[in-house]
């Protein structure tokens, strides 16, 4: 069984009890915390390894390392295979920058886009900018309606009615 399927079967596991499902949560999101916080003091480099390699060099067993790399996917530039990975299999951290902060923000997960790591690499402005983007991009804008004696929004200056709202 890939190591994917095995954490995902683990993580989001219909029968566990959900204390220690809490707990496991809990364990992975403060390892995650700690990963982030160390791969954001040094954005440029490319962090790359096996699985199992760079589950010992952030010191994390393998099913957590599979988590974050599940997790982190998305922000990539260039994404890991992460559907047939194996504790040999190589991967790589190189991540972009903007696109995982607006990942962060889009996950709810306040903890990771309010790490202080991110002011070295974003002033407030530009994250501001970035997480107002991610919220609006998931934002929908109803249209006005557009009723039968408004003014045509055309420009025409008619009724709508008399105007694009005749069939």
């Known amino acids: 069984m890939g190591l994917l399927k095995t954490w995902r079967d683990t993580a989001y596991s219909e029968t566990a009890n959900k204390g220690d499902l809490q707990r496991f949560w809990n364990t992975y999101f403060e390892a ?16 790359t390894g096996t699985v ?7 010191e994390v067993s393998v099913m957590t390392m599979t988590g974050f790399l599940d997790g982190i996917n ?12 194996e504790e040999d299999t190589v991967v790589n951290l ?3 920058k903007a696109l995982l902060y ?3 923000v889009a996950a709810q997960a306040d903890w990771l886009y309010e790490l202080e790591e ?3 690499i974003f002033d407030e402005e530009t994250r501001k900018a970035l997480y107002k983007e991610q919220k609006s991009s998931t ?3 109803k249209e006005e309606k557009v009723y039968p004696n408004d003014p045509c929004p055309c420009g025409s200056g008619k009724k709508y009615k008399k105007c694009c709202g005749k069939n």
């Not at 199992?52 to 952030?58: S, T, V």
């Not at 998305?74 to 990975?85: A, C, F, G, H, Y």
């Open 118 to 120: 991110w002011e070295a």
């Open 102 to 104: 607006k990942n962060m």
């Open 52 to 58: 199992k390699e760079l589950a010992d060099k952030f």
């Open 94 to 96: 190189g991540f972009d």
């Open 32 to 47: 995650e915390t700690e990963i982030y916080a160390t791969l954001l003091k040094n954005p440029d480099e490319v962090v």
């Open 139 to 141: 934002t929908i804008v």
């Open 74 to 85: 998305d922000s990539l530039v260039t994404p890991n295979p992460i559907d047939e990975m």
